[in-house]
């Protein structure tokens, strides 16, 4: 890791906006893509395939990460992955992000690099780069990315899943919750599970596979699994039904799910933060390779689209509330 | 104006997010370049010049805006004309936009709505469409808004004046800042200044005229005219001097420097908030018509870049302080 150039306690009122912005670019490589990097008014990107796949995300601290939790590195991670996650989501692949930083004065300057290094450590995984950004004075810690993508086959929606259909995953799905579950009572094993929360690892490589494959819908599970289901059956209109003997409770979710006293499942079903794939597929034989059925698309009832497991609504938390 | 789906004293919380971004997206009319608008992983646009134009900022409140300065809709158009200005700036058309709103639970679900009314509307004037974007809660009310964009000319990037070059504005400057030291005296009037301030009116259609008339450099006032010249300044390596008699001083900004006791010169070359366009001129005829000259473009000193009135340096206020 490269030296700071501030002092360690040295906070943002200390450095000031502009040297800290100088030290940020440094961190940022840049692609061939990019014509005109940060520092202007405004980057200016080489685009080839007629078209730009565009999402934003914000994560504001105490809400969707605590700095107690997570260092500012594994934040870093987190907040490129997730937006990274939401192009793998529509089949595409990530070319160029910008952060927003509204951080408080007294925040130590040290935690913005941190924070830097990690996004573009995890930015670098699928060769996208940050081409530029915004820093500015806030009494809460926000985290505003927006991230720009290109598909090379037609981009893959929420809304065209059909009756008959099969639900598919790929990527862990449950170990965020879990870790996160174990953070919030003040322990920091298995291990591997708050790992699995501070650097989620979605898997970038399926969402094109999906696509080429013939995936009828798509989305990231960020949410929650039932609930990023239910954006599904609510845009195309139908009705899933998840399988819980579909999936392989890991041994580290039995492990919190005895010690929490609660049902392992629950994490898988309403944990977000992982990042796998969810999508439906007309028939088996077009499911990717890694990729494990998990439920089937029905037509939607008389009362609309739902979500169930195993023929029944889910009682347990379906996912994250926003409000 | 639309009704209102929510009763008028309904907060976010009571409302929650997902009815609220339903009731969002019937306010944003997307353009026929919008392949896929709001309410997917990500949307997706074409692009028809083989490039993109990107830039980000942010907006906190009580440090770049307070409500009861500006209503909703004027905030809503402050946060679109910033934006949009950054693509102007660099001789740029805006096509596209994304909103994160990080907002307070017991923030009136309406003052949303009315935000993003008065966003639309800035942006019907160029028109850009709103594309996506991200709500969430937090304390601290932040507006996030990322802008794409194309250029027909080359960018006009900041780093490309001479020395002999001619410095020109575009649009008014000065007014914003007179309206703000208003605003916080506790005052409303003069109208025509807090109205500048709280609706900006950045001369939208100059950019591009800026770049077709060979532009040598350009950038748009927003952290106040000394200041952005001397980002000018400094990525060109060169230094700027610019002539107070160049300015005729609108009568409302004597009014109310002779109320304040200030001298009206100090919101034009310390003020920021119009967003007028700052460029560079090799030549005399290079100079579009409706740009006033108001400086020159030398040798940077033995100290480097800097930017001086009338020769000499500055002692006002040379703009915005982030940190």
Not at 146 to 162: D, F, H, Q, Y
Not at 264 to 290: E, S, T
Request: hydrophobic share 45%.
């Amino acid at each position: 890791m490269p030296a700071s150039p501030f002092p360690p306690d040295a906070t943002l009122a200390d450095v000031g906006e502009f040297p800290l912005i100088d030290a940020l670019q440094e961190v940022f490589e840049q692609g061939e893509h990019v014509l005109i990097g940060p520092g202007d008014d405004a980057a200016v990107l080489r685009i080839r395939t007629g078209h730009v796949v565009v999402s934003t995300d914000l994560m504001v601290e105490q809400r969707h990460f605590r700095r107690e939790w997570a260092d500012a590195a594994d934040v870093g991670v987190r907040a490129a992955a997730q937006n990274l996650s939401d192009i793998n989501a529509m089949g595409g692949t990530a070319t160029s992000l910008t952060i927003g930083l509204a951080v408080p004065a007294d925040l130590p300057a040290q935690w913005v690099l941190d924070f830097a290094r990690g996004f573009a450590e995890e930015c670098a995984k699928v060769g996208a780069s940050v081409v530029g950004g915004d820093l500015t004075r806030s009494d809460t810690l926000v985290v505003a990315v927006t991230v720009l993508g290109a598909c090379t086959v037609a981009p893959v929606v929420r809304s065209g899943a059909a009756p008959g259909d099969l639900v598919a995953i790929a990527g862990r799905q449950g170990w965020a919750a879990g870790g996160l579950a174990v953070l919030g009572r003040g322990f920091r094993s298995p291990r591997v599970l708050v790992e699995a929360y501070r650097r989620p690892e979605p898997p970038y490589a399926e969402g094109v596979v999906a696509a080429e494959a013939g995936a009828t819908a798509m989305i990231d599970v960020s949410d929650g699994l039932i609930a990023d289901a239910l954006h599904v059956a609510e845009a195309s209109e139908v009705s899933i039904d998840i399988r819980r003997d579909a999936f392989e409770v890991p041994e580290p979710l039995h492990a919190v799910g005895a010690a929490l006293g609660a049902d392992p499942m629950q994490f898988i079903l309403g944990g977000g933060d992982d990042h796998p794939l969810l999508a439906c597929f007309a028939r088996k034989k077009d499911v990717p390779k890694g990729w494990t059925v998990i439920g089937e698309v029905s037509e939607p009832g008389e009362e609309g689209p739902r979500v169930t497991v195993d023929g029944f609504d889910y009682e347990g938390p379906t996912g994250w509330t926003h409000f």
